[in-house]
């Protein structure tokens, strides 16, 4: 039956069974309120639902709206349901194909009202079993719409037969004009905000995985708190299989299980996973659907999701979401996908910096043995020699190196006396400190003390500022001494004193600067 909203004042003066128009009026001034406080979409529509009940003197209220496939009436809040009422309106969604009263008001976009439930034809089997309709009473259902667009509908009950006057049926319409508006400007508001605070929670999330370069649980555990987040589920499975090693990974958020592929897990193979695992693509499974032979994993969570995950060519899994009621939006399973991907990609980055790390490794054990070898093949740096006079001469070198002393290496020319003196720097304990190499032939006498001491800023006349001498520059290391026979007499006492005393003093300077440089001559 189709009405017509009349004014307000015919409202309020029309002679209607209603026991109290000022309660009516403020209970419609409450409701029109609501449209500036779109916090919560559901305890809006509760609200509402519970004022239309009381005022116009229902029973019983429920509101649906569509869902995000567009192809069921789902229940948001409910009015006055026992328990068992409430867990089936809850449960079970009213597909559009259906033949009952309310796909019948949702395609119509009209308002139909059944004073008696016991002798009108229009109820049909349908109703009785979906929506729970008695078998005696009066049923009121109208569209919840803006403009063309029916988004949902609203329906009451009273349990004993009513004659609805015409005032009443203006009112119940003037309610469900206000809770069309409310409903759609506070459903707008909750999917913005819901579909940034997802993104935040998914750019997070990708920062830190991607972060993530060692293959521990820390990019399993960020993929599971954000798709708990995003997806508003309580229930959540990580399914892994290693074809490689032939055995499976099942972590629920809690407790974690490997098994052997032999050791058959029937509620992943009856579940959406495995087709989610076989397609590899994205299952969701509605409340109200239990074809093709799937079952919910966890009791009473019938709206689930599955999306498939492949790393690399070795694993191949799913992550699992399941709740009890509401379809997943379209922004959700994008938003899903798009994290799971990711999470895919850090592992993936994760396996090859290990197996990097690995051949690093691997590569650094070969130098090592590489240089061992070299070192059984050369001696010492790059000396070559096998023969039992070249094993003694190894065997002084290590005498010798192990001891911070002079050393005087004497041997005609070309028979590799720098060779020896180079190793025996190379195998002490000054190794990774300076080796100095001073030809004593090639630098005239007064250059050379300059260059062994150093000397003071204005010491001599082009001395324009402080120089560091070699012996301290040396100073822990090693500094070999190519034909010392070549340097002058004085030089060679002023040498001979800093071997006793162990200190330099620079040209023009008055300071006593320690050096303790082992010094190797040729």
């Not at 399941?322 to 999470?343: E, G």
């Not at 070999?480 to 003093?505: C, N, T, W």
């Amino acid at each position: 039956m189709e009405t017509t909203s009349r004014q307000m004042d015919v409202l309020l003066t029309s002679s209607m069974p209603l026991s109290d128009k000022d309660k009516l009026l403020k209970t419609l001034f409450r409701i029109s309120s609501l449209i500036a406080d779109p916090s919560n979409v559901e305890e809006i529509m509760q609200k509402i639902l519970d004022d239309v009940v009381d005022a116009l003197g229902f029973d019983q209220g429920i509101i649906r709206l569509l869902n995000d496939s567009k192809q069921y009436l789902e229940t948001k809040v409910v009015k006055n349901y026992n328990p068992e009422e409430k867990k089936r309106a809850f449960t079970v969604a009213i597909d559009l194909t259906d033949d009952c009263i309310g796909s019948k008001v949702f395609k119509s976009g009209k308002a139909m009202v059944i004073e008696d439930v016991s002798t009108d034809t229009r109820l049909t089997a349908t109703d009785r079993i979906l929506t729970r309709i008695h078998d005696q009473g009066s049923l009121f259902c109208a569209p919840l719409k803006i403009g063309d667009e029916v988004f949902g509908t609203a329906a009451t009950w009273c349990r004993q037969k009513t004659r609805f006057f015409p005032e009443m049926m203006d009112l119940f319409l003037t309610f469900a004009n206000q809770m069309s508006i409310i409903i759609y400007n506070a459903q707008l508001f909750k999917n913005n905000a819901e579909k940034i605070r997802h993104l935040t929670v998914l750019g997070k999330a990708v920062s830190e995985m991607n972060s993530s370069y060692v293959l521990d649980n820390r990019i399993r555990d960020i993929l599971i708190s954000s798709a708990l987040d995003i997806a508003g589920a309580p229930k959540i499975i990580f399914y892994l299989i290693d074809h490689d090693q032939k055995r499976y990974l099942v972590y629920d958020g809690k407790q974690m299980s490997i098994e052997e592929m032999q050791i058959r897990n029937k509620k992943i193979e009856q579940s959406i996973i495995s087709r989610a695992i076989e397609s590899n693509v994205i299952v969701v499974k509605h409340p109200s659907s239990e074809e093709d032979g799937f079952f919910p994993i966890f009791k009473d969570h019938h709206s689930e999701i599955a999306i498939p995950m492949r790393i690399r060519d070795k694993f191949r899994g799913a992550l699992y979401l399941a709740r009890v009621r509401n379809l997943y939006t379209p922004d959700q399973i994008n938003i899903l996908d798009i994290l799971v991907k990711n999470a895919c990609t850090a592992y993936d980055n994760a396996i090859m910096h290990s197996l990097l790390s690995l051949e690093a490794r691997t590569l650094k054990t070969e130098v090592e043995k590489l240089k061992e070898r070299e070192d059984i093949l050369l001696g010492f740096d790059n000396i070559i020699g096998k023969s039992s006079k070249m094993a003694g001469i190894f065997h002084v070198i290590k005498e010798v190196a192990g001891h911070d002393t002079n050393v005087l290496i004497q041997g005609e020319s070309g028979t590799g006396k720098e060779l020896i003196a180079r190793a025996i720097h190379r195998q002490s304990n000054r190794s990774g400190k300076a080796f100095v190499d001073v030809n004593c032939a090639a630098i005239p006498g007064t250059l050379l003390e300059s260059e062994l001491f150093g000397y003071e800023a204005g010491a001599f006349t082009d001395a324009r500022k402080k120089k560091i001498g070699l012996l301290d520059y040396a100073n822990g290391g090693t500094m070999l001494l190519d034909e010392i026979g070549d340097m002058s007499f004085p030089l060679q006492a002023k040498f001979l004193r800093v071997l006793e005393e162990g200190y330099i003093r620079r040209l023009g300077g008055t300071e006593n600067i320690p050096v303790h440089p082992v010094n190797e001559y040729l």
